[in-house]
Nanobody, 120 residues
Framework: VQLQASGGGLVQAGGSLRLSCAASGINFNFKDYNMGWYRQDPGKQHELVARITSGGDINYVNSMKGRFTISRDNARNMVYLQMDSLKPEDTSVYYC?????????????WGQGTLVTVSS
């Protein structure tokens, strides 16, 4: 399974970026997976930003509510993160995640990160 994230870059505070994640793989049924965006700063663990379940339920971290929008396109095996009103503290490396339960285990896939830099 491959998760290819893109769309990061440098933006001024108050600006917007749209991250995209393309999922692919043999026998990978995208619609069966919960998808999420995480971010990670140096020396820290992944931090959840937003997730959308296989059924379409959505959760955001409180600090992102109202500013970020996650969506998925099951026909294209894509998940998106629209980020508006960006703040310098949103600067981080953003990662795409796909996960699903399998019995008592959880299958997790991670993409490479895409760097978002918000200047003040």
């Amino acid at each position: 399974v491959q998760l290819q994230a893109s769309g990061g870059g440098l933006v001024q505070a108050g600006g917007s970026l749209r991250l995209s994640c393309a999922a692919s793989g043999i026998n990978f049924n995208f619609k069966d997976y919960n998808m999420g965006w995480y971010r990670q700063d140096p020396g820290k663990q992944h931090e959840l930003v937003a997730r959308i379940t296989s059924g379409g339920d959505i959760n955001y971290v409180n600090s992102m509510k109202g500013r970020f929008t996650i969506s998925r396109d099951n026909a294209r095996n894509m998940v998106y993160l629209q980020m508006d009103s960006l703040k310098p503290e949103d600067t981080s490396v953003y990662y795409c995640n796909a996960n699903r339960g399998l019995g008592n285990a959880t299958i997790n896939y991670w993409g490479q990160g895409t760097l978002v830099t918000v200047s003040s």
